[in-house]
């Protein structure tokens, strides 16, 4: 299943950056490229570089690495939950209120890297046992309609759009 496949009443036209950004891969294609993408982007950084925000009340990069793997989670719950025909309409999230109460800015680059490398496995294992049936199927997520496949290529256009936006604003 190609990204390019989706259509617009699968998701919220917020995501279509996301998915737009992956171009014409598959779903497991775009988690292997955007996960190996993403670690060597964290490899590069320098240490001293991990609580550098480049404005006031910007986050760090640490910050941003863990609201990626925040993220991901929260899309792999809704999957879930969708996947599993639940009809209730799942809450939105708030990042804002999440990011400081992650603690990111007292982890070391390797243990931001082990839990990314820990969920997107996670996210891998999920889709994987979802069949064709199950990626189709819509639910409802933040008041919009949104599709399983919908979610497993916008959790891989989250990771790309933060990739770009620490290399613009970060590095």
């Given at each position: 299943?190609?990204?390019?496949?989706?259509?617009?009443?699968?998701?919220?036209?917020?995501?279509?950056p996301?998915i737009?950004a992956?171009?014409?891969?598959?779903?497991f294609?775009a988690?292997?490229?955007?996960?190996?993408e993403f670690?060597?982007?964290?490899?590069?950084?320098?240490?001293?570089?991990?609580?550098?925000?480049?404005?006031?009340?910007?986050?760090?990069?640490?910050?941003?690495?863990?609201?990626?793997v925040?993220?991901e989670r929260?899309?792999?719950?809704?999957?879930?939950r969708?996947?599993?025909?639940?009809?209730?309409?799942?809450?939105?999230?708030?990042?804002?209120?999440?990011?400081?109460?992650?603690?990111s800015?007292?982890?070391?680059?390797?243990s931001?890297?082990d839990?990314f490398?820990?969920v997107?496995?996670s996210t891998?294992?999920?889709f994987?046992?979802?069949?064709d049936?199950?990626l189709?199927?819509?639910?409802?997520?933040?008041?919009?309609v949104?599709?399983?496949?919908?979610?497993?290529f916008?959790?891989?256009?989250?990771?790309?759009h933060?990739?770009?936006?620490?290399?613009?604003?970060?590095?």
């Amino acid at each position: 299943m190609k990204a390019t496949l989706l259509t617009t009443e699968e998701y919220n036209a917020y995501y279509d950056p996301y998915i737009k950004a992956l171009g014409n891969v598959d779903l497991f294609q775009a988690f292997n490229e955007t996960e190996k993408e993403f670690l060597n982007l964290i490899n590069s950084i320098p240490e001293e570089k991990l609580h550098y925000s480049y404005g006031i009340g910007k986050w760090t990069v640490a910050e941003v690495l863990l609201h990626v793997v925040d993220t991901e989670r929260i899309f792999q719950y809704r999957a879930l939950r969708i996947g599993r025909n639940d009809k209730t309409n799942l809450a939105g999230f708030d990042e804002n209120l999440f990011v400081p109460e992650s603690f990111s800015n007292e982890r070391s680059v390797e243990s931001l890297m082990d839990e990314f490398k820990v969920v997107r496995a996670s996210t891998r294992l999920l889709f994987k046992s979802f069949n064709d049936q199950v990626l189709l199927r819509n639910g409802n997520a933040n008041n919009s309609v949104i599709s399983v496949r919908a979610i497993g290529f916008i959790i891989s256009g989250h990771v790309k759009h933060h990739i770009r936006i620490i290399k613009e604003r970060y590095l």
